[in-house]
T-cell receptor, first 117, second 111 residues
């Protein structure tokens, strides 16, 4: 597709339920990022993939959060035993790596709004 | 990562120019200055970036101070559709790593 696609657009989960959020990056984009955005705040980094390799997961808030990108394209962010503090917008971004000497922009999806009740 | 400082909010009248400031006094020589904006209910979108020289594109202009410790995003004629949160972000040249967002500037455009 032309842009980064995220699904579902909205998700309501009962506390304790597991959820899976999907990200379809732009075809051919090597780098993929997940961010969490609380209401009224800037996006906070969660994790980063280069192809299928998860190179940085330092932003994941707890071991209930897990991300994968098994074939280097589609990625899934899974949250186990959701808590109310997990309520946020989850954003996915992708980037085409053009080489170590060039700068390149990041394309974001519209996000998944997760509400834990 | 070097940090940036932006005003929390600004207002502008429609069809007037807007100057959004950003301070980055600890910027390093290999840091690019990136601007993204986030419209309501959407993900951030790339606006412009630069290193030392002023830059222009169809969306905006970026004016960079000679000492690179500050920059200004210029919207030449604000429209109601420009109402968004604008983020000024430093990114190391050649790095494929994540962007680090601050709180940004909420721009309100008045009709």
């Amino acid at each position: 597709g032309a842009g980064v696609s995220q699904s579902p657009r909205y998700k309501v989960a009962k506390r304790g339920q597991d959820v899976a959020l999907r990200c379809d990056p732009i075809s051919g984009h090597v780098s993929l990022f997940w961010y969490q955005q609380a209401l009224g705040q800037g996006p906070e980094f969660l994790t980063y993939f280069q192809n299928e390799a998860q190179l940085d997961k330092s932003g994941l808030p707890s071991d209930r959060f897990f991300a994968e990108r098994p074939e280097g394209s589609v990625s899934t962010l899974k949250i186990q035993r959701t808590q109310q503090e997990d309520s946020a917008v989850y954003l996915c971004a992708s980037s085409l790596r053009q080489g170590p000497t060039l700068n390149y922009g990041y394309t974001f999806g519209s996000g998944t709004r997760l509400t834990v009740v | 990562d070097a940090k940036t400082t932006q005003p929390n909010s600004m207002e502008s009248n429609e069809e007037e120019p807007v100057h959004l400031p950003c301070n980055h006094s600890t910027i390093s020589g290999t840091d690019y200055i990136h601007w993204y904006r986030q419209l309501p209910s959407q993900g951030p979108e790339y606006v412009i970036h630069g290193l030392t020289s002023n830059v222009n594109n169809r969306m905006a202009s970026l004016a960079i101070a000679e000492d690179r410790k500050s920059s200004t995003l210029i919207l030449h004629r604000a429209t109601l559709r420009d109402a968004a949160v604008y983020y000024c972000i430093l990114k190391r040249r050649g790095s494929a790593r994540q962007l680090t967002f601050g709180s940004g500037t909420q721009l309100t455009v008045l009709p």
